[in-house]
Structures are given as C-alpha cells and as structure tokens.
C-alpha cells in the first residue's frame, strides 16, 4: 500500500476492520475473518421528478449526485412507455451511482457522522432490511448534503442509498450497520 492509498483509508473502515470484525465473529460464532459480513457496495439513486417535461432536471440531477458521490453517475432511462405519464421508451427519467471501495467507505462514513443528524425532525433511522441482509433508506432531498450549496439548489429532489452487505440474512446485517454506526431507531420510538 502507498502512502496515498494509506492516507485514503477511511476511519469507518478502519473501524470495520479492527473492531466491527471481532465483534461480529465472537456475536455470530463464525471462524473464518471471511466469512464475516462485510459492505459490498452502496448504490445511489435519484428518479427525477418532472424529467419527461424538462430534460435538463436529469443533468441538473446527476451534476448534483456527482458533487456528493465524488463519481460521475450513469442516466437510467426508461424501460417502457407508459402513456399515462406521457413517457416514451428510452427517455432519460433518473441517475444512479455505484460506490465500491474507498469511495463507498468514505460516503458512508460522512452519511452517518454528518449527513443524517442534519435531517430535519430525526429519530432515527427505520430498521427494516430486505431480507438478505441489505438495507435501503430514502432522502427526501439533496440539500442535507454539506457539498451542495443552498444557492445552487434549482429543485429539491430525494434519493434512495442501498447498503449491500455480504450478510446471509437481515440479523447480521442488521448487527454489521449498527456496529458501523448506524443511527437505527430503539423499539420505543
């Protein structure tokens, strides 16, 4: 490992590597550091409210998800027409990015410690994972993040952040996000 690549090791991750693991291993009983649930990847993505009548919300969109992934996210456009909503096949409809790595390591870091206790009214987060482990959460809107300036700001729009673990079932990866830090609500709440 370089230097460089030494000082971009996120603290979350360190966190993971020297505490989460042993913690998880002695919980779950399991014997091989492998075999312990880990972060695989986490995905952002924002369907853009009004594309259809404006083209230009989707770029406005993914500039605004660029500035608070650190990566350039891909346009999604639409798999079918739907008449209803005066959609064609093709047109592009949203933007989405996938984190891996330092990146991933470093955006959940800076999502738990500042930009979840922005939220307006916060009591926690809802504790409902998907079944295999991997939990989702939606963002009502893009302003929360310290890297988007409020005067920048042309509409608010709201994302949805999946965190995909390598958990076999919702218990470890419940366990692994709550060790991480993750602001889950208590049963009281």
Known sequence: MTTAEAKAVSSLQ??????????????????????????????????????????SRVEIAARDLATIAGQRPTIRNARKAISGFHLREGMPIGCAVTLR?????????????????????????????????????????????????????EFQQGMDITFVTSAPDDEQGYALLKALGMPFRTEDQ
């Open 101 to 153: 790595r330092g990146r991933m390591w470093e955006f959940a870091e800076r999502l738990i410690s500042v930009v979840v206790p922005r939220i307006r009214d916060f009591r926690g987060l809802k504790s409902k994972l998907d079944g295999r482990g991997n939990y989702t959460m939606g963002l009502n809107e893009q302003s929360i993040f310290p890297e988007i300036p409020f005067d920048r700001i």
């Open 14 to 55: 360190t966190k993971y590597e020297q505490e989460v693991v042993a913690i998880l291993k002695e919980r779950f009983g399991i014997k091989n550091d492998l075999a312990v649930p880990g972060l695989t990847k986490i995905t952002i993505n924002m369907g853009v409210s009004g594309a259809v009548d404006n083209k």
